[in-house]
């Protein structure tokens, strides 16, 4: 058999297992969709079909494939996602006063790290013959699958809150997906397409519901292994909105781990925005947990997270922990990511940033330790965002006067360059 590297699929709450190769999103044994389940591997099989060399070349994320729950007889459904660069960032270290360096997922094909668990997802979907793929996003999730959708030549009907920033209105649109503008929150949109995945037989990519779409983030937390076997740092810092990316990066580097790999973990650290903080207090054990998402990071605007379970035990196992920041300490991480190094990165890209800084505020991170930021998310995604933290032009008319009015007279010394030097 083909998928014979993939033993079961087990219910996070009651330990039930289903077979991986039908169509099953979550454990029927509990309300809604409460019983997310787990892929669970057979590492023996896996470690045979892995030869890959862990030299740091990392093409795609499908370097990983022998890790992936699809058959081995599917073709996979790429566009080179994955393999982004882990970048030294001096200005930013010392700005913030700890050694950082950047996975920069904001390279990704439809500009997010999303990619991954999509590429996966569609392969799946592909290969079971489905024809429609739907998903519930609060954008990029919608914008990737329409991408992937577009690759594979499947139907694509996405639910999207209406107040998604328009950007991300208009990418899935360019894949030729249909995009249904939910008037309503990313949670309402969310259980409408549960009832239309029901009702249709569509395919749903939906974040943590699907139990496949979460092992692509996993490659995240393989690359970071392998890029970091010299030297693990002590923390790896993600945003989270449903809590699947960390604990997909957590459960990528803890099998390279196992299988000897690597030889250390990091500690997880989850940033949330204050207005949007449900995995942050269900972590703390907060009594109270609010469903209310009010934060300008849109990507992480979740109030009912899906993955709560599996981002908490990522955050304990690894021995890390959560904080909370304010939209304002977003929009400051977005413009300082983007001026000490030229990254740039939507407000929830940006978030690890501020978490960082917040986290060094409170003793979390330690000066001597060494961090890694996942940037999640492009900055064009989101112009609207940044524009709050970067204000307004300089308008002049084209004379050399208006300019002057800003940097002072010229001093008339400068020699012209010529044509054929420059
Ligand atoms: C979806 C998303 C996240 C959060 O991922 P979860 O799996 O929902 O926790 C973070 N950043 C960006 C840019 C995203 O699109
Ligand atoms: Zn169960």
Redesign the pocket.
Known sequence: MALDHVETLECTLCGATYDPDQVIYTCPNHEGVAGILDVKYDYDVINDQFDAVLDGHISSQWKYQAFLPVDTSATPVTLEEGGTELLDAPQLSETLGVNVRIKN??RNPTG???DR?TSVAVTKAQHADQDVVTCA?????AA?LAGYAARAGLDCRIFVPADAPEGKLVQPRVYGADVLAVAGSYDEAYDLSLAVTDAYGWYNRN??INPFQ?EG?RTVGHELAEQTREEVPDWVV???????????CWKGFQEFAELDYVDDTPQML?VQPEGASA?HDAFHEHDEIDDVAETL?D??A?GR???TLK?CRALEESGGTAVTISDNDILAAETLLGRTEGIY?????A?PIAGIRAARERGIIADDESVVAV????GL?DTAGAKRAVGEVTDIKPTLDDVAAHYGASDGGVEQVSGSEL
């Open positions: 997922d904001g997010c790290f999303k668990a996003s609060t954008g990029n999730a990737s974040a943590a979460i983030k993600f945003s989270m909105g449903d809590g699947c990316t960390i604990a997909g989850g995995i990071a990507a992480v979740v997270p899906r993955n981002a990165a939507e407000p929830a890209g978030a940037v999640t998310g492009f995604k």
